[in-house]
């Protein structure tokens, strides 16, 4: 059984760079046809995607997020992770990790972390 | 990027009924839509994937329709742990994205 697990700190000021890392267990991050995805979600509020990584390293990020996010992978620990620069109190939600699942035409998140609240607060 | 919109946004209903939430897309995304509910505190949970396909393990009492641009999802019979927010998503195109929600209590 695949699982996600996110962490980071739960407080970022304003003006900082909030980072996070998803740790992949019950299944190796190379194997298989996924990409990874961070999610994140204001309190309250819907679902908003901000990008995601293949296992080559390749990229795709929400033009909302193009200029401040970064994702990266490191497969020797099973983890890829997320950097968000420049971060204001917008940023405040529950950050969620995600897998990818691609078969043929279709894309689906079938696996989530439970998520990780981050306040940005000064 | 391809918009997506719910309605309702929140509905009432009893145990045994019927409940529909549809979703429309701001272009043509063929069946490239999923269905995830979300109950309060836990991460989504996928249901129906490519418009009408049941994820495995998914009661068949959910079900979803459509292609083109508008779509349908359905709870034959509300049982009290379909309480929850359910969202439609696209996969047509980047960026991926979600629908609003429709709350059901």
């Known amino acids: 059984q695949v699982q996600l697990q996110e962490s980071g700190p739960g407080l970022v000021k304003p003006s900082q760079t909030l980072s996070l890392t998803c740790t992949v267990s019950g299944g190796s991050i190379t194997s298989g046809n996924y990409y990874w995805s961070w999610i994140r979600q204001p309190a309250g509020k819907g679902l908003e995607w901000i990008g995601h990584?293949?296992?080559?390293?390749?990229?795709n990020y929400s033009p909302s997020f193009k200029s401040r996010a970064t994702i990266s992978v490191d497969t020797s620990k099973n983890q890829f992770s997320l950097m968000l620069t420049s971060v204001t109190a917008a940023d405040t939600a529950l950050y969620f990790c995600?897998?990818?699942?691609?078969?043929?035409?279709?894309?689906?998140?079938?696996?989530w972390g439970q998520g990780s609240l981050v306040t940005v607060s000064s | 990027d391809i918009q997506m919109t719910q309605s309702p946004s929140s509905l009432s209903a009893s145990v045994g009924d019927r409940v529909t939430i549809t979703c429309q897309a701001s272009?043509?995304?063929?069946?490239?839509l999923n269905w995830y509910q979300q109950k309060p505190g836990k991460p989504p949970n996928l249901l129906i994937y490519d418009a009408s396909n049941f994820e495995t393990g998914v009661p068949s009492r959910f079900s979803g329709s459509g292609s083109g641009t508008d779509f349908t999802f359905t709870i034959s019979s509300l049982q009290p742990e379909d309480i929850a927010t359910y969202y439609c998503q696209q996969y047509d195109s980047l960026p991926f994205t979600f629908g609003p929600g429709t709350k059901v209590d």
């Open positions: 995600a897998r990818d699942r691609r078969v043929e035409w279709i894309s689906t998140f079938d696996y």
């Open positions: 272009q043509d995304i063929s069946s490239f």
């Open positions: 990584i293949y296992t080559s390293g390749s990229t």
